[in-house]
């Protein structure tokens, strides 16, 4: 159980074009799911946390406007670069959190995402 | 605010031999102390974490981890290491209220296991 997918896996886009990135929790509901980005042998740097059916709540120094994220149930998550440019190039991890079981937080597989 | 640490960036180990990740962190309260492992383009895999009870935790793969209080520390350990342990690991302690129920992932250290 606690199966956390995210689609596309890869995604190439030309600059200015806009690409959605889809989280899912498989097999739970998930009360709060978070958007990572992570550069080439670094940490994962938290974008944003966003709870079902709310506005999501951006870290700082991350733009809302370019980074548009909407919870609109309790299973997805969708992530949306907008007017993407080759700087937004890297990897998208998604994690989608359950109340039950300790609050665990469960990962999706990434998306790797390249803007040329 | 929480903080991690891990000082290592890299660790390299022979196969066979024990091995260690270290990491020190920052959390006021009683911490939630969780390890990931990430392999190449691939997202994060759960280890083990420590919540409360005994400070050995015992995770997947045959990893463990030790919760030493008094030095802020959470060390995954493993007797015998495998090739296949080659991979990124991050330590990541979380708090128990508010905001700092998030997540705080360290820089991350790289493990290669020669064989």
């Known amino acids: 159980g606690a199966v956390v997918s995210q689609h596309p896996s890869r995604v190439i886009c030309k600059s200015g074009t806009s690409v959605k990135i889809e989280c899912r929790s498989l097999?739970?509901?998930?009360?709060?799911m978070f958007w990572y980005r992570q550069f080439p042998k670094q940490s994962l740097m938290l974008m944003a946390t966003?709870?079902?059916?709310?506005?999501?709540?951006?870290e700082q120094g991350v733009e809302k406007d370019k980074f548009l994220i909407n919870h609109a149930s309790l299973t997805l998550s969708t992530l949306t670069v907008t007017s993407a440019h080759p700087e937004d190039s890297s990897f998208y991890i998604c994690?989608?959190?359950?109340?039950?079981?300790?609050?665990?937080?469960?990962f999706g597989p990434g998306t790797r995402l390249t803007v040329l | 605010a929480q903080s991690v640490a891990q000082p290592e960036d890299q660790v390299n180990v022979a196969e066979g031999n024990p091995l260690t990740v270290k990491c020190t962190y920052s959390?006021?309260?009683?911490?939630?102390l969780f390890w990931y492992v990430q392999y190449p383009n691939r997202g994060l895999q759960f280890l083990l974490k420590?919540?409360?009870?005994?400070?050995l935790v015992k995770g997947s793969y045959g990893f463990e981890a030790e919760f030493n209080k008094s030095q802020t520390s959470f060390h995954l350990k493993k007797p015998s290491a495998l090739v296949s342990d080659s991979a990124l690991y991050f330590c990541?302690?979380?708090?128990?209220?508010?905001?700092?129920?998030?997540?705080?992932f360290g820089s991350g250290t790289q493990l290669t296991v020669l064989p």
């Open positions: 994690s989608a959190r359950t109340w039950r079981g300790g609050n665990e937080q469960f």
């Open positions: 990541a302690p979380r708090g128990t209220s508010g905001s700092a129920r998030q997540l705080t």
């Open positions: 097999d739970f509901q998930a009360t709060t």
């Open positions: 420590y919540i409360t009870g005994d400070n």
């Open positions: 959390v006021s309260g009683n911490p939630y």
């Open positions: 966003s709870n079902e059916g709310s506005k999501a709540t951006y």
